[in-house]
């Protein structure tokens, strides 16, 4: 059964730092090409960022760019999503999702809320 669970979410002040863990099982993790995901209550899905197999290759949403890395540790079966300087903005509840043409198998989701 494949499973993605999501840990390291939580509340953050403007300028902080939050790193999430999506620990991956019941399938070859190296082997998917990985992203994250985000959801502002009453908005839609919003892609974060993505990385490639070996964790050589990464992208990254405008809005993220130069504050987010995404990383992945193939031996732990582990994706990760470092943040840092946070915004208010980048509150959200935040999605680890294999990517495999579509996202077809997500985490339960973190919370990540930035507020003073």
């Known amino acids: 059964e494949v499973q993605l669970v999501e840990s390291g979410g939580g509340l953050v002040q403007p300028g902080g730092s939050l790193r999430l863990s999506c620990a991956a099982s019941?399938?070859?993790?190296?082997?998917?090409?990985m992203s994250w995901v985000c959801q502002v209550p009453g908005k839609g899905l919003e892609w974060v960022s993505t990385?490639?197999?070996?964790?050589?290759?990464?992208i990254y949403a405008d809005s993220v760019k130069g504050r987010f890395t995404i990383s992945r540790d193939n031996a732990k079966n582990t994706l990760y999503l470092q943040m840092s300087n946070l915004k208010p903005e980048d509150t959200a509840v935040y999605y680890c999702a294999r990517d495999a043409t579509e996202y077809d198998y997500w985490g339960q989701g973190s919370q990540v809320t930035v507020s003073s």
């Open positions: 990385i490639n197999l070996g964790g050589g290759y990464t």
């Open positions: 019941g399938f070859t993790f190296s082997s998917y090409i």
